[in-house]
């Protein structure tokens, strides 16, 4: 069996897309195509399934790549040592919210891009990001949903607690937080708030979760990253919902104060997304449980 045949199949099957692993072997896209077609022959069983968004191995793609990979990767590190001494960087193109790429994972990452990891980041939401990972522009993401279907495979990273915060003057007119436990959602009628979109997605959430009720106005400012959100809540434009990692300096200078202590308060979840079978990339292997370990103390 031709091992550029094989070398394809294994590309493809780790980029969870021909046109990804055209680019990564610097082929056209139907010569990929042409050539998985030509080992599907070969072995006489498809080892994709198409999809609107990439392919997904099929069990026998699972089977062949589990056999191959190990070998080829060896002959590949044999002939990288053998002719090039430069021994270049892998490359790892990440994506996520700005935020918690910001403070939490290029910081972890930083002993890896030392070691000679080359990082690229892309900033965006879940579904952004989830297409993004279907069509292989991006390796590694971290996503605040799960993502539906077999082509992407996610990983529980962290969880992250929401805090409802505001300037000292807001948390002295409500009188604290034991004043605005007995009070609920209505004490906050008509105070202004500072959110990341007019749909009130932390505020919402964070109402919902402690006073089981909506929002009762609109956003007085909104401004796409919570690190903008946190400056405007310190300045005393509103009140704002924000994750205790990114308001944590602030609260401890009394910038800003918690204006609720609820028993069991909102939480997010962040997950780690990775193409299915996209593991066996050495580089992207060590990224993620690099990364599974350093949330261990977020």
């Known amino acids: 069996m031709d091992l550029s045949l094989l ?6 099957h780790r980029a969870g897309s021909f046109t990804r692993a055209a680019a990564l072997l610097g082929l056209s896209q139907p010569a990929v195509t042409g050539q998985i077609r030509t080992l599907e022959r070969q072995v006489g069983r498809p080892l994709f399934l198409r999809q609107a968004r990439g392919v997904v191995p099929t069990t026998v793609g699972d089977e062949l790549a589990h056999k191959v990979a190990p070998h080829l990767d060896a002959l590949l590190e044999i002939t990288e040592a053998r002719f090039d001494d430069r021994s270049a960087p892998r490359t790892l193109h990440l994506a996520g ?3 918690f790429l910001a403070q939490r994972v290029l910081p972890a990452l930083t002993p890896l891009t030392v070691q000679g990891l080359a990082v690229r980041t892309v900033f965006g939401g879940s579904e952004e990001l989830f297409a993004g990972m279907s069509a292989g522009h991006h390796d590694l993401a971290v996503t605040a949903s799960r993502p539906r279907g ?3 495979t996610a990983t529980a990273l962290c969880d992250e607690e929401h805090v409802l915060v ?3 003057r807001w948390a ?6 034991a004043a605005l436990r007995m009070r609920g959602a209505p004490a906050l009628a008509g105070l202004p ?7 009130l997605p932390f505020v919402g959430q964070y109402w919902s979760a402690v006073f089981d009720a909506p929002p009762t106005a609109p956003a007085t400012v909104v401004v796409p990253d919570l690190r903008a959100v946190l400056s405007c809540v310190a300045a005393g434009a509103g009140l ?4 205790r990692y990114l308001c944590a300096d602030a609260l401890d200078a009394g910038r800003v104060l918690a204006l609720l202590d609820p028993p069991v308060p909102p939480l997010r979840t962040y997950f780690l997304v990775v193409r299915t079978g996209a593991l066996a990339l050495p580089h ?14 977020w």
Not at 240 to 243: A, D, K, R
């Open 172 to 177: 002295a007119r409500l009188g604290g937080p």
């Open 240 to 243: 704002g919902v924000l994750p």
């Open 193 to 199: 708030v500072v959110e990341v979109h007019e749909s």
């Open 284 to 297: 992207l292997a060590r990224a993620h449980e690099w990364l599974l370990r350093a949330a261990v103390d």
């Open 7 to 12: 070398r394809t199949f294994l590309t493809v």
């Open 97 to 99: 919210p700005p935020e």
């Open 166 to 168: 505001g300037a000292p």
């Open 150 to 152: 077999r082509l992407l």
